[in-house]
């Protein structure tokens, strides 16, 4: 719902219009493509800087888990900055969901509640806990927004201090671990991920899910005679988008278990140790986020409720003329960015295998920066999810590639900055161009 | 008025809206029979758009009830009215800029599949087809409203108010924008529309409009109603002499008029 016109009068001359008018004339979003060129750029660039590191399967599936978490609410982020608001507040919601979730699952239910460690509903009902909080403090600082009138900025900007201080008074100051044992595998880790077997056939109903998806939607469109794209052009998408999961998930199974691990996995199951390896496959976080951006692009692409974001954020007085509920809609979206936050809550806390007071410190920053070089506009109206996770991965892609040539934190802020100041600068010049 | 025995479709009376000190509208009563069409006239500021936006829901009314088909209407937001079979074609157009015709013409009233999914080509296919009916020429149904010309613009505005079968529609000035043959269009369709039994409140600054589709005018100064007439019975002068001058029909000479014409 963001692309560009269709260019309809006479066909441009010269190279650079007629690019454009190619771009969109097949409908492909070309600021997604022009991210994934930039990110293409960023890999090959930072693989040839650190001989070859970057790319390996061990860098690859590393960056892969490290940027579930930002991930996961830059896919809310998006529509809170559509609907032109703002959340400060999810690196403490993170922080608080997390603490409530360890202190449950470390201490509520083994001890005070006497039904000991490692149950194996306990992982079920603490992530439960967590998401009904996220969505009751979303939904809480969204009621504030929507139906008091107080700016968003100011409502997130005390969430921010209020909930890192509840966090810090719940346990004391304490650090919170170990996790229980099942929780720990929604972190990723070896163990905590599911392994090659399975990658592959997630990988391969990936591939029949784009195939379907391209013809169903051409169906719809022929069925009630509108034009369709080419069928070479989408034959293509369909190809492109296939090998890209599968070399992805090639790539995740080229990342073997460490050796020790694998010896006593093969020990354990009466292999042969010697010379047994195991490939890793998709970690389970990557997983959740995959599957929270699909669910996310459905609703922001597929359900009234995303249609609603877009139209506020469009124009909200046309919004509410034509009867919209835009409070129950603001406070939804709020709602929304609580849960994800605490999605991101289960992902951190489980990989860290502990809650600590300052985890999610500063999340708020990374999120709001990946879902903006995503290419949403503050102006409000404009962006999309997979834009977002996007932005995340290349956030995640400068940090970790710049580690790997040993450049450390400061250099790697200053980069971040600079490419999110730079992309919001580029999008500028064209839009102005364009318009 | 009198020649009508139906109950009324819509009858406002004494509406009040102030802003600050502003009266905007100061007590002003209106009323519209199905298969009608009112026209609603007057200069600048005179209060018109404040007038219809209560019984759109977008504003509400100090002061003053609003009845529609005899019963007491409590019209607290656009829902509301909505409700009532209000429709209407804003002054500013009230589009999201950001998202296409047909995502405009059935906001906030989708068409779903099965799942409770947007029907996006259900609605396109509509869309066109009431395009078709409204300005023929309407190719862009993929781009975002904000790149339309103000023309289709203001069919996107004027396909969404009459696409659900409205009793009774709102329109301030909807002819603003559009070239002369979009222009005839939404005549042809205000003609139609009205055969169809709607009830039609017309905010025009085209006198010639005025008195080529009302059936009566209703003429506002400075927040106040001046008055009401049957086009039949009055002159164009007269009615520029209401709207100026607020005066009755007769009570203003030709020459105070042109006096204050000039
Ligand atoms: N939202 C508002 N806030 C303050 N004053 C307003 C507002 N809307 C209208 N007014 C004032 O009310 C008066 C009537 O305006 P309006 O109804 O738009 O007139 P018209 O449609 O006849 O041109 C004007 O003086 C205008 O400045
Ligand atoms: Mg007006």
Known sequence: ?435 | MSSQTSAPLVEMRDIRVSFGGVHAVDGVSLNLFPGEVVALVGGNGAGKSTLIRTLSGAHPADAGEILINGQRAHIGNPRDAKTYGIETIYQTLALADNVDAAANVFLGRELLTRFGSLNDAAMESATRKVMGRLNPRFRNFKAPVKSLSGGQRQSVAIARAVHFNAKILIMDEPTAALGPAETAQVRDLIVQLKAEGLGIFLISHDIHDVFDLADRISVMLQGRLVGTVQKADVTKDEVLGMIILGKQPGEADAGSLAQALH
């Open chain 1, 1 to 435: 719902m963001t692309q560009a016109p269709s260019a309809q009068s006479a066909p441009p001359s010269g190279l650079l219009p007629r690019v454009k008018a190619a771009v969109s004339a097949i409908e492909v979003d070309s600021r997604l493509l022009s991210m994934i060129v930039a990110l293409i750029v960023i890999w090959v660039g930072f693989n040839i800087v650190s001989g070859g590191k970057f790319l390996e399967p061990r860098n690859m599936w590393n960056l892969s888990v490290q940027t579930a978490s930002v991930a996961v609410m830059a896919t809310g982020m998006v529509l809170i900055i559509v609907a032109r608001h703002i959340d400060l507040s999810v690196g403490s919601v993170l922080g608080l969901v997390g603490m409530v979730m360890a202190l449950l699952s470390v201490e509520i239910i083994p001890k005070a509640l006497g039904f000991g460690v490692n149950q194996p509903w306990t992982w079920i009902v603490t992530v439960l806990v967590g998401l009904v909080l996220g969505a009751l403090i979303g939904g809480f600082q969204g009621g504030l927004v929507a139906y008091v009138g107080i700016p968003s900025f100011v409502v997130t900007l005390g969430g921010l201090l209020v909930w890192r201080a509840v966090t810090f008074t719940l346990a004391s100051g304490r650090t919170i671990a170990p996790m229980d044992s099942t929780f720990q595998l929604l972190g990723g880790g070896p163990k905590g991920s599911v392994g090659e077997t399975v990658s592959w056939i997630l990988g391969i109903l990936a591939c029949l899910g784009i195939v379907y998806g391209i013809y169903a939607a051409r169906r719809r469109r022929q069925r009630y005679d509108f034009p369709v794209r080419p069928l070479p052009l989408d034959i293509g998408i369909a190809v492109v988008g296939c090998a890209v999961i599968l070399l992805a998930v090639n790539h995740a199974n080229s990342y073997p278990w460490p050796a020790k691990l694998a010896e006593q996995y093969a020990i354990a199951n009466g292999i042969d140790p010697v010379g047994f390896t195991l490939g890793t496959g998709i970690a389970n976080p990557v997983l959740i986020a995959i599957g929270v951006a699909i669910v996310m692009t459905f609703f922001a692409t597929r359900r009234r409720f995303g249609r609603y974001v877009y139209a506020i954020g469009g124009n909200p007085d046309a919004a509410e003329l034509s009867g919209i509920n835009t409070r129950r809609t603001i406070m939804l979206t709020f709602a929304l960015m609580g849960v994800l936050a605490a999605v991101s809550a289960v992902i951190s806390t489980a990989r860290l295998n502990a809650a600590t007071n300052q985890a999610g410190t500063g999340d708020e920053l990374d999120v709001i920066a990946a879902a903006v070089i995503g290419g949403t506009s503050f102006a409000g109206g404009i962006g999309t999810i997979p834009g977002a996770v996007l932005g995340a991965l290349m956030i995640q892609s400068i940090r970790s590639g710049m580690q790997l040539i040993g450049l450390d934190n400061a250099p790697q802020m200053i980069a971040v900055g600079a490419i999110l100041v730079a992309a919001v600068g580029i999008d500028q010049v064209l839009r102005r161009r364009a318009g």
